[in-house]
């Protein structure tokens, strides 16, 4: 019966997934972005930090691992072997770990239940606080973390240590005779699914869990990456393209999308320099890809100029256990993948680099 219901109900839950799991409202995304902004400037450390980063800092941001307790509901569990290779991957390099929300999932489960499950992985993220390389952004699946008054003890017996809690931060970094605010927050602010909305919560915990976990059907599929920008991320896009010398991390949406554009708009962007170049070998490479991305019937988008200081993380709990993030490194930012379907073995694949200095102001991208 399981099969039949799986073979039924697979598509529709997650095309209706995508399509009501977020409401986001530009007027309320753009006033929560203005004012954690501003108020990590002028009272850092409230609620946000600021990281003066020299060429030597190094920073990896991973984000929506929801974390729960192994059963069918829990997206985490194929991916759990990526995300402890990567985790062991970026503490022997040195890399400062921003972690951007969502890593619990707590509005499915008791606290008590990821802490039972999940003693590897925190291990994992505990080898970052001896260094002070540990950053703990909350977003709306862990909104306990901010606004629980035991959550300081929790945190505590978990790491044991005290661990602080924020809700954004922000690294300055000097890029030529420039400098560059790179803003990071978890990025549900201003979606009326998810900020502070009580009936979702309810919802999620209620009636999506049990039924997930009857299903076991995981609507993060990596096909969603091969998409047009949710209409979230397109609002993300819209408050950091109006600012100066400032790019946006976010997480929350669970779509990766790098310098602004997701793998299918980047795929139009090259096919449109393709013709217009006469190139024929590419033309034919990329229209093969686009194929295998699009259905009949769906339109080209016009993308036109755009600035390219967009990016979000995608997330760690994929539905083939694959992950993404961001690195920051060496004057260049990059949107990395862990898989293990190569050979079995946990591996960092490289999917986009860019210099950081291309986030300057003065750089307007093609479409």
């Not at 997650?14 to 409202?25: D, L, W």
């Not at 729960?68 to 770990?97: S, V, W």
């Not at 291990?123 to 901010?146: M, P, Q, R, V």
């Not at 959550?151 to 000097?174: D, Q, V």
Request: aromatic share 12%; with cysteine; proline share 3%.
């Amino acid at each position: 019966m399981r099969k039949l219901l799986q073979r039924l109900l697979n598509a529709w839950i997650i095309r209706m997934s995508n399509k009501f799991g977020s409401r986001p409202n530009r007027k309320r995304i753009h006033a929560a972005l203005n004012k954690l902004y501003k108020t990590t400037n002028t009272t850092p450390g409230k609620r946000g930090l600021i990281f003066e980063v020299t060429q030597t800092d190094k920073f990896i941001i991973l984000s929506d691992q929801h974390k729960g307790a192994r059963d069918y509901a829990d997206d985490f569990t194929l991916a759990e072997k990526n995300y402890l290779k990567a985790l062991e991957y970026y503490n022997q390099q040195d890399f400062h770990y921003i972690n951007l929300g969502d890593s619990e999932e707590l509005w499915e489960n008791l606290l008590e239940s990821v802490i039972k499950h999940n003693k590897d992985t925190f291990e994992a993220e505990k080898a970052f606080i001896s260094k002070n390389h540990f950053t703990k952004i909350f977003g709306n699946h862990d909104l306990y973390w901010d606004n629980d008054p035991l959550a300081g003890f929790n945190l505590n017996r978990i790491y044991g240590t005290k661990i602080h809690i924020y809700e954004g931060a922000i690294l300055r970094m000097p890029v030529g005779e420039s400098k560059l605010d790179i803003f990071l927050t978890h990025g549900h602010q201003g979606d009326l699914q998810s900020d502070g909305n009580w009936f979702s919560k309810w919802f999620v915990s209620t009636v999506w869990a049990p039924l997930q976990s009857y299903l076991q059907i995981n609507p993060n599929t990596p096909a969603y990456s091969n998409q047009l920008k949710t209409a979230h991320n397109a609002l993300m896009y819209s408050w950091v393209a109006t600012k100066k010398n400032l790019a946006l991390i976010t997480g929350h949406t669970h779509q990766p999308v790098f310098a602004s554009l997701t793998h299918l708009e980047r795929i139009y962007i090259k096919l449109n320099k393709a013709k217009k170049e006469k190139n024929a070998d590419d033309l034919a490479v990329l229209n093969a890809e686009l194929r295998k991305l699009i259905k009949e019937g769906d339109k080209t988008p016009r993308l036109g100029k755009y600035k390219p200081g967009y990016f979000n993380s995608g997330c760690c709990c994929f539905s083939d256990g694959d992950m993404t993030g961001i690195e920051i490194e060496n004057g260049s930012i990059r949107l990395i993948k862990w898989s293990y379907h190569r050979n079995a073995i946990p591996e960092r694949i490289l999917l986009e680099e860019m210099k950081l200095s291309e986030l300057l102001d003065l750089n307007l991208f093609n479409g």
